[in-house]
């Protein structure tokens, strides 16, 4: 499986953006999609998640309610719609996908960065 995501900018506190995640290859081996990021001097966190067949969502407590994971079907896309954006969201922001079985994320995109400005 191949992930590219792209769609990261600058912003102000307060706005939003949209990223994407564009997948390709072995898409039927994958069961499950997520967005991490990595802020400056910090670990890689998890954002949200998306069951790949549709339905199931999942989010870390902080962006409840401000962002929405989805998928474009038409074309192949993990998205992620971020509203209310803040400073300390400031991070490069990973899609990632996992296969059935499998226990981790297995496949990464090559991340794409967001800078929230005070």
């Known amino acids: 499986v191949q992930l590219q995501a792209f769609g990261g900018g600058l912003v102000q506190a307060g706005g939003s953006l949209r990223l994407s995640c564009i997948v390709s290859g072995h898409t039927l081996n994958i069961a499950r999609m997520a967005w991490f990021r990595q802020a400056p001097g910090k670990e890689r966190e998890f954002v949200a998640s998306f069951t790949w067949s549709g339905g199931s969502t999942n989010y870390t407590d902080s962006v409840k309610g401000r962002f929405t994971i989805s998928r474009n079907n038409a074309k192949n896309t993990l998205l992620l719609q971020m509203n209310s954006l803040k400073p300390e969201e400031t991070a490069v922001y990973y899609c990632?996908?996992?296969?059935?079985?499998?226990?981790?994320?297995?496949?990464w995109g090559q991340g794409t960065l967001v800078t929230v400005s005070s």
């Open positions: 990632a996908s996992r296969r059935y079985g499998s226990p981790n994320y297995d496949d």
